[in-house]
């Protein structure tokens, strides 16, 4: 299973996901110079992972960004995931931003997703994201 894709530049890993399936969550972490391959390449790989679900909720922690794709390049992740919405249900997002970067990022994620069919919501609290999604406290390894 991929768990984290590591950033050589940087030494920071861009992104990592645990899959939760007990509570249907998937737990999304985004630091440091965040790129559109990177963020693909997750998607694909929580996509397919065998713990992964359809219409798990997914839970972006994006609080500690220093760099995010375009505009352009996160619609076309929102678009993905609108067409895979087709054939497939799609759970709530919830983002945890702190930083007018991660604003930015949450605010492109919810301007190209469809909101009627997958709901979309920023947070500045990580409690707040949980109750929304009714998800537990987020677990120790997910930081580890």
Known sequence: MIDELKSLQTGVEPVRYRIDPEHGVVYIRLRGDL???????TEDAYLGDPDYEAGMSLYIDCRVLTAIPTREQIRKLALDRLFRGVSMPLGPIAIVVLTPLGEEFGRAWELFSDTATARVR?????????????????PRWFDS
Do not use: D, I, K, Q
């Open 35 to 41: 790129t559109f391959a990177a963020l693909c390449a």
């Open 122 to 138: 920023m947070f500045t609290s990580e409690r707040l994201a949980r109750e929304w999604l009714g998800v537990p406290a987020v």
